[in-house]
Every structure is written in structure tokens, then in C-alpha cells.
């Protein structure tokens, strides 16, 4: 039997601001029905709550998250931007190795989450203190390096990038974690294994599977959400996932990751 009963696979997007109706910021819903002919349903859009807008929001999809998984059966969801930096960067600032106090330190630096706030506000100190917790593109996590192809999270203005839907995204996970609490296992911060029945939070990056399945007609951002709420489904459903929320690190290797994070799907063990 799979871990979990639905999935959602998030295309992120650090454009604009928190309240901007977003193009690039897609959800989409996979499940799975015990005893059903067909126990993989085709992964479904969710459109964002009726409004004013026609795409979501950064702000609307951190609310819609959190009144989603607060009751919900067991759930993955994938959102695909980083979820921490380098150890360099802890090192450079000599920050405490702990993910929490890294999303608060964060948040009061690059507060990307306040009402009418660009990115670019924070880069080119007109708000915030960007300056005083700017990270360098030269600086790259064990997962991003292990990956292949993705970019460091300090990598601005380059194509393929994730450096602003990252420091974008960070402020939300930190709202999630303090609306949902115990709720919600952030992997692999909380543990490399998260407890039965949990719903898990986790990284990942849509390139590792966007390329297994037809676009059809969905725009490459929707594909990229449809990608990892199959992946995961089917995944999960054939009871491989396990062996991806246990990646083939060293020991010195695992204590980076739980600082920096790690993609799921990265470096799978064998076991």
C-alpha cells in the first residue's frame, strides 16, 4: 500500500509580488483509490479560489496549503524551489544549524512575503536588509551538485533559475510550518523518515521528470506541476518511493543535507 493518498506537485514562480496573479505558479492533484480498476488517476489542475484573478498567488497558495493539509489524509507535496541554502552561507554568517532559525533570520532580512514587495525591492535595498544576508552564485548545495543540472539558489537572472522563486518561497514555508506545526514533517529537516499517516512537505525539482510524460496541451509550468504530482503518485503507488526519502549519503553527507536540504528524487538509495 502507498504512504500517502494525494499528492501535489507546485511549479513555483518568484516573480511580481506575493499578491500577483501569477502564470507561473501552477498546482497540480494526484491521487490514489484503494480497490480501484484504474488506482492512478491522471493528475488534475487545481485552479486557485474564486477571485479577481485568474492565476494564483504566492499568498493565495501558502493559505490554500494550509487549510488544505490541516485535516487532509496523508499528502506529498512538491514545491520546486530551494528550501534552505549552502552551508557556506551558515558559515559565512555564522548562523546557528538550525533550519527553523534560518527560516526566521531569513524572513526578517528578506521579507519577500510583505504586501507589495519585489524581489528586486530587497536586491537593491530599497526594503528589507538583502545586503546583510546576500549569498554568492559561486555557492552551491551537495543536492544541487549531486543533481547535475540545477542551478545554486543565489543564481539570479539567468535562465533555468531558482534563486528568486526560492527566496520567494522561503517566507511560506515558514508560514506553513507555523500554521500547521506537528502536522506537516518538512523533509528531510524534521527526519529522513517522517511518521506513518504524516503529511510531508518536500523539494524538488521538475526536470528530473518532465521529459517521462507527453505535455499534450499544458504549458511547460503546468507540466512541470502535472510531472511531479505523477512522479510522486506513481512512485509511491509501486513502493519506491521509500528508497528516495532515503538518499545514498555518507554520514557527514546526511548531517549537510539536513542543513541544506536535499530534492526528492535525488540520489535514491538502493536499498
Known amino acids: 500500500m502507498p504512504d500517502f493518498a494525494r499528492y501535489i506537485g507546485v511549479d513555483y514562480s518568484g516573480a511580481e509580488t506575493a499578491e500577483s496573479s501569477l502564470p507561473g505558479l501552477r498546482v497540480y492533484l494526484a491521487v490514489y483509490l484503494a480497490g480501484s480498476a484504474n ?11 474564486p477571485s479577481a484573478r485568474k492565476y494564483w498567488t ?13 485535516d487532509s489524509p496523508p499528502t506529498l507535496v512538491g ?26 533570520d531569513f524572513q526578517r532580512h528578506w521579507p519577500t512575503d510583505a504586501p507589495n514587495t519585489y524581489i528586486d525591492f530587497i536586491r537593491d535595498g530599497i526594503l528589507g536588509n538583502g545586503a546583510a544576508r546576500s549569498g554568492n552564485p559561486r555557492w552551491r548545495r551537495l543536492t ?21 522563486s526560492t527566496h520567494a518561497g522561503l517566507p511560506w514555508l515558514r508560514f506553513l510550518r507555523q ?23 518536500a523539494e524538488v525539482y521538475p526536470r528530473l521528470w518532465n521529459k517521462r510524460y ?8 503546468q507540466h512541470d506541476a502535472y510531472a511531479v504530482a505523477r512522479w510522486m503518485q506513481e512512485t509511491d503507488s509501486s513502493g519506491d518511493l521509500r528508497r528516495h526519502l532515503q538518499p545514498a ?7 549537510t543535507a539536513e542543513i541544506e536540504g536535499w530534492i526528492l528524487g535525488v540520489g535514491a538509495s538502493s536499498e
Not at 488506482?39 to 479560489?49: C, H, M, S, T, W
Not at 502536522?183 to 512537505?201: S, Y
Not at 507527453?214 to 509550468?221: D, F, L, Q, T, Y
Not at 549519503?249 to 548531517?255: D, K, Q, V
Request: glycine content about 6%; overall charge negative; hydrophobic content about 40%.
Open 39 to 49: 488506482g492512478l488517476p491522471e493528475p488534475v489542475e487545481i485552479p486557485p479560489p
Open 58 to 70: 504566492r499568498r493565495s497558495l501558502a493559505e490554500w496549503l494550509a487549510e488544505t493539509l490541516l
Open 79 to 104: 514545491i520546486d524551489h530551494g528550501f534552505s541554502f549552502p552551508l557556506a552561507y551558515f558559515e559565512h554568517y555564522r548562523l546557528a544549524l538550525d533550519w527553523p532559525a534560518f527560516l526566521d
Open 144 to 164: 544541487e551538485i549531486r543533481a547535475g543540472t540545477a542551478k545554486s539558489v543565489f543564481h539570479f537572472d539567468v535562465q533555468g533559475t531558482v534563486a528568486k
Open 179 to 201: 500554521r500547521l506545526g506537528a502536522r506537516v514533517h518538512f523533509w528531510p529537516f524534521d527526519g529522513w523518515q517522517p511518521a506513518a499517516e504524516r503529511t510531508v512537505i
Open 214 to 221: 507527453p505535455a499534450e496541451n499544458r504549458s511547460p509550468h
Open 249 to 255: 549519503l555518507t554520514p557527514i553527507e546526511r548531517c
